[in-house]
């Protein structure tokens, strides 16, 4: 490890002094604020998670963490003999997160307000890298600027501890910074408006008005993961195609899908069609024996249920979702592979509204409605999501057994299974990316949306998800 400039050491001398002297329990206005930021972190990590905190001071917000596994770094001897006291199933080190040296990964990472007391960001970013492995996520959460002067009355007024001189980064320093030392943002938001118990007004104003007023917030929350390189070996693909009356979808489907990475096979899932849809997939997986080709009969209703069982009985490292009526291109999806095979995202999501389409693609109404939509899950999720209900979603299979061995969370709610994709990957905090594609008018037969039954239950959906991922 590279030694640490004495400018750095200097800084980090004067950090540990202050804390040697600082409280070892916070104000009663703290202890209300660590309880909020606990509560906020128990919905972010999961209970099985190992989890390291970086400047875990005397351990107030990792005693009130669900999680496995527990790690605490701090630089003052005083503060840890109060974290082990406090959380004796812990570990706790005294070091510095600019020198971290600690054997093993951890599955998330907590950054919560020392940020700004840090002597070196990015090199403090780059120090992570060594106890994380490619899924590890990274939390933070620090204040926002606007509440500075606040802060500061709230401290002379001996409502707050002193604290000593900081940096007061901005959000957007600290994605740049996260960039900087090979992290990349997956979402951003602002918690907690009232810090304080006040009679119950903090609970209506932290569950149901900080999440559109999230701007004025006291605390930002970010996460990153690290910036995953490229597979070394390719990973195989399976590509899911639901089938529900598509007959004559069937022969181009297999014509025109290519094979990826190291190595391609389609499943098809027949929905209880009311034509020749099943004898078309039978006679197509005959006249293809050189391709992977499995085939089935829904057992349930609706697309998500058939979404499910195609998961099911994949194979493959990456799994697709490819909409029997083509209106997606099919020959696009080497595009959905090369997000995920070369580490540039986690969740790949196609999006109808970027090129121009087809006259008859999309009738007018819908096309707003989609537009709508986009914008509502945008800020549901917490990230870019420009079209909710295009077809094609991508992902790991790793990735998907976590989000159904979550499902009991959200529960079986989605007949069309893109909900139930979308939600759990913000649930984990899976990097969502948009993948922008050409679409296509229908050459046979007819959509399976209803318009307006679908968009009723649509709202339903926002209702619900808003309750699950941003009113808590």
């Known amino acids: 490890m590279t030694a640490l400039p004495e400018i750095t050491r200097q800084h980090l001398a004067r950090t540990r002094d202050f804390y040697e002297e600082a409280p070892t329990t ?150 740049n910074l996260l960039q900087l030392g090979g992290w990349t943002t997956i979402t951003q938001e602002g918690r907690l408006l009232l810090p304080v118990d006040l009679f119950g007004l903090e609970a209506l104003a932290n569950r149901w008005l900080s999440p559109l007023l999230q701007w004025f917030c006291l605390t930002v929350f970010l996460s990153a993961r690290p910036l995953r390189p490229a597979s070394a070996r390719p990973p195989t693909v399976s590509v899911i195609i639901p089938a529900r009356n598509e007959a004559g979808n069937i022969a181009a489907a297999v014509a025109r899908t290519p094979d990826m990475g190291g190595g391609t096979e389609l499943i098809f899932v027949e929905g209880h069609s009311r034509d020749d849809t099943w004898e078309q997939i039978q006679r197509v997986q005959r006249e293809n024996p050189g391709r992977a080709i499995k085939i089935m009969q829904q057992t349930g209703k609706g697309k998500g249920d058939a979404v499910r069982m195609g998961f099911a009985a994949a194979s493959g490292d990456i799994l697709m979702i490819l909409d029997a009526d083509l209106t997606m291109p099919p020959e696009d999806l080497p595009k959905f592979y090369e997000v995920l095979a070369r580490g540039r995202g986690e969740f790949a999501n196609g999006v109808r509204l970027v090129y121009p389409m087809d006259d008859k693609a999309m009738q007018f109404l819908n096309l707003c409605a989609n537009k709508a939509f986009g914008l509502i899950f945008s800020w549901l999720l917490g990230q870019p999501v420009k079209d909710t209900l295009c077809g094609t979603k991508v992902l790991r299979r790793a990735h998907y057994e976590r989000i159904a061995a979550n499902r009991a969370y959200f529960g079986d709610f989605d007949p069309f299974g893109d909900f139930d994709l979308l939600f759990g990957a913000a649930k984990l905090n899976l990097q969502i990316v948009d993948v922008p594609i050409r679409y296509k008018e229908r050459t046979y037969g007819e959509t399976n949306i209803q318009r307006w039954k679908h968009g009723w239950l649509l709202l339903r959906m926002v209702l619900f998800a808003a309750r699950k991922l941003k009113f808590v």
Not at 86 to 110: K, M, N, T, Y
């Open 26 to 175: 916070p104000k009663w206005g703290g202890l209300f604020y660590r309880r909020q930021l606990a509560h906020y972190y128990n919905l972010l990590i999961p209970p099985e998670a190992s989890v390291l905190e970086i400047g875990c001071g005397s351990g107030e917000l990792l005693a009130r963490l669900r999680a496995r596994h527990k790690v605490g770094v701090d630089l003052s001897p005083r503060q840890l003999a109060a974290a082990r006291a406090r959380v004796p199933g812990a570990e706790f080190h005294e070091q510095s997160g600019e020198a971290l040296a600690l054997d093993g990964r951890f599955d998330c990472i907590i950054i919560s307000d020392t940020l700004n007391f840090a002597a070196d960001v990015q090199r403090l970013f780059e120090q992570l890298h060594r106890v994380a492995h490619p899924g590890t996520r990274l939390f933070l959460n620090f204040h926002n600027s606007l509440w500075r002067p606040i802060l500061t009355l709230a401290t002379w007024l001996g409502l707050k501890d002193r604290q000593m001189q900081n940096s007061w980064l901005a959000a957007s320093d600290v994605r």
